[in-house]
Structure formats: C-alpha cells, structure tokens
C-alpha cells in the first residue's frame, strides 16, 4: 500500500494532485488544516494536508477484505454458535447493514493506525528540535551571562563582542555550559599572550631598562620591587637611575630603596651622563632608570624623554616599559598609550589591583596596543606585592571567579 500525504490551498486541490499522482483508486483517509512555517508563515493563509491510500496490487486489496469479512464472520459465528466457514469458501454476509458497519469499524481502525505511524516520526522530529532549540535557548542565555559579566569587569564591549562571536562560530547548538565555558577562557587565555617580563641582555651584557608612565601610577615604588627582586632572590647586580628632576621627592624615594638594596643610586640629566653611567656600571646586569611622571600631554616632556630614551639604540640592549594604574579610566589609558607609543614599544605594567574590582582594562589595553604584560603590584609593600601578569588568574576573574 501506497500512503502518501499532499499539501494545498484548499481540500480539493489537494486530492486532485493526489489522483494526478497516483490516479483515481486512491483513498482519502485525513484531511487537516497545516500551520505554515517560516519567518512570514503568520502572513500566509493556511494550507490543508490530504492523507491517501493506493493499494498497490489487486490482490492485496482482495486478501485484505477476505481477512476482514473473516474477522468478522468469526465474530458471527461466536454468537450464533456456529463453525467457522473454511478459508476458501466465498463469505455470505446476512445481514448488509451489520456486514457495512463491521466494516467501516475496522477500516477506521485501521485508518487511526496508520495515521499514528505517519505522524509518530513527525512527533519524534518534532520533539527532538523543540528539545535542541531549548538546549540553544539555554546555551545562548549562558553565553550572555558571560557577556554580561566581561561587561560588568569593564572589558570593552567592542573586545566582549568579539570574543563572543569567536566562540560562536566554534560551539555546536547543545555545546554543554562547562565547554563553552573553557572555550572562553582558553580564548581569553590566548589573547592575553604569554607574560613578558624583565629578561638578561641576550649577549649576556648589560640591560638598559626605562620605566615611563603618568604621575600618580606608583612607578618609583614598582622599580623599587622589581629592583629588589632581581637584587635578592636572583642575586643580580642592579644599579638605579632616575630621571625624574622634577620631583626632589621621588629621586629621594628611590635613594632611599637603593640604600636599603645597598646598589648604585644616580640622579641623570642630560644623555652623556646615561652614557657615563653605562662605562661605570658595565660589569652589571640590569641598570633600572625612573623618569619624570609628567603629564602625557605636555609635548614639550615628551620630546625629552624620547630623546633619553633612543640615546643608546645602538650602544646597549633596552627594554621599555609603560607603568599604569589599573583605577584609571578606559579613554584615559587610550590616551596614554597613545602618547607613550610615539616614544618607544613597549611593555604594559598594571599597578593599584587592589584598589579596584574590575580588571577589564587589563585585557583592552593588551587588545588595543598588541603589547606584551609583564608585571602587576596590588599593594605599597615592598619587596612584596608584585608578581609576574598571570592570564589564568586575571581571565578567572574577568568571568566572575575569585582569586
């Protein structure tokens, strides 16, 4: 048997596609009005759905109706208390009221069967994407919570956006939360980059190291850590340097840290004398050099620092490395970075952890500037507060973990 169903505007249309099909024999067994699917189906009229029957051959036909008058001749017998007629006798029907009504009884049995077969695939497909698009409904909900918590940290939502979209493209529709969750963090991970920190002149010299920033970000402080921690637990041999002629208090600052770390201390002004501290610290691993925190904007300050900055190009290795506070404002550190990149690549170290709740800035500035973390300090003690930039534990707290 032949059951197919066909789809119209109207009942009749959809029956005479059917006899076009499969001719006049066939046999209607369900007529229903179909909703219409797709973005505008509320704009469409609804359509009717025609189940049809063709048996395929005569003989099936024949036997199907001998089984039935069967059934039921069985069923006569049983009240009359009669023997059941042999299979290959021709059936005699007393009574055709009762014959017509057994009949119609069991083609709509029959009929109900089929109809539960057909739409029982359909309910399954059906069940199975309400079931998926749930499973999406509860993943996309998931991946806005997190969006909303990067949000919430203060990472830009230009960087938020992005991130999100890259997960996206990656998830399957019923991803598991815990793997779009590690999805995200590996890719933050990743866009973090590996730590940068201080590293030995590769020829095994001298390392000339300038740390430039804004006034207020705690940069003598930093140097003084950094210095300590090369001095003490490596060992090294540290000379400090500062730059800074504008401020007597920051110089005496960090005369005070050198005498504590018992290394050189030198007070610079001009490029010769950079020039002279090199020839009488040449034996040394690391000459660390503070300069004035002057405001990123005054061009005059600048021009200074880049000329101090680029004296030694070609006569020692150098790193840079540019000194903020993780309390300063997205479009000022823009700015800054701005500013400090006419003069030189170079690092980002991030100070005053402790004294916000957000750590979005972190992951805009290494976005924005494609430069490299090396150190973050949470607090004025020192030798202690300070570590080297740990992406695991910045990117667990920019998704609402703890420390």
């Known amino acids: 048997m032949i059951i197919k169903k066909f789809t119209a505007k109207t009942e009749k249309d959809a029956i005479d596609n059917a006899r076009k099909e499969l001719g006049e024999g066939v046999v209607v067994m369900n007529v ?5 699917k797709g973005l505008f189906a509320f704009l469409k009229s609804p359509m009717m759905e025609v189940t049809v029957a063709l048996e395929e051959e005569s003989e099936k036909y024949t036997a199907a109706v001998s089984a039935i008058n069967n059934v039921i001749a069985s069923s006569q017998n049983k009240e009359t208390g009669e023997e059941p007629e ?26 109900s069967l089929l109809e539960q077969q057909l739409q029982k695939p359909e ?28 949000l919430q940290n203060e990472v830009d939502e230009k960087y938020a956006n992005e991130i999100i979209n890259e997960i996206e493209l990656i998830n399957k529709p019923n991803i598991p939360f815990d793997y779009a969750l590690a999805n995200i963090y590996q890719k933050m991970i990743l866009k973090f980059g590996k730590p940068s920190g201080i590293e030995p002149a590769a020829n095994g010299g001298i390392k000339l190291v300038f740390f430039i920033g804004p006034t207020g970000v705690g940069k003598t402080t930093t140097i003084a850590k950094i210095a ?31 005498n504590i770390l018992e ?70 550190l823009i700015s800054i970075a701005d500013s400090y990149k006419e003069m030189a690549d170079y690092k980002l170290i991030f100070t005053k952890l402790d004294e916000t709740t957000t750590l979005g800035n972190l992951l805009n500035l ?38």
């Open 32 to 36: 229903k009005p179909v909703k219409n």
């Open 86 to 111: 042999k299979e290959n006798r021709t059936p005699v029907i007393e009574s055709a009221e009762k014959r017509d009504s057994a009949i119609e009884e069991k083609l709509d049995s029959l009929q």
């Open 123 to 150: 309910e399954e497909k059906e069940e199975k994407e309400a079931e998926q698009k749930k499973e999406e409904s509860e993943t996309d909900k998931f991946m806005h919570l997190l969006h909303d918590t990067m």
């Open 228 to 258: 300590s921690k090369f001095r003490v637990d490596e060992k090294k041999k540290v000379a400090l340097l500062t730059a800074d002629t504008y401020r007597i208090a920051a110089a005496e600052q960090l005369r005070t840290y050198a």
């Open 263 to 332: 290394v050189p201390f030198r007070v610079i002004y001009t490029v010769e004398e950079i020039n002279k501290a090199l020839e009488d610290f040449k034996g040394y691993d690391y000459i660390m050099i503070d300069t004035a925190g002057h405001s990123h904007q005054n061009s005059t300050q600048k021009d200074n620092m880049r000329s101090i900055i680029h004296s030694v190009d070609d006569i020692v290795e150098k790193e840079v490395h540019l000194v903020l506070s993780a309390t300063t404002k997205y479009r000022d």
């Open 366 to 403: 290494r976005l924005y500037t494609g430069a490299s973390l090396s150190y973050v300090t949470y607090g004025q003690n020192v030798p202690d507060d300070i570590e080297d930039f740990n992406p695991q534990k910045t990117v667990k707290r920019l998704l609402g973990g703890k420390n």
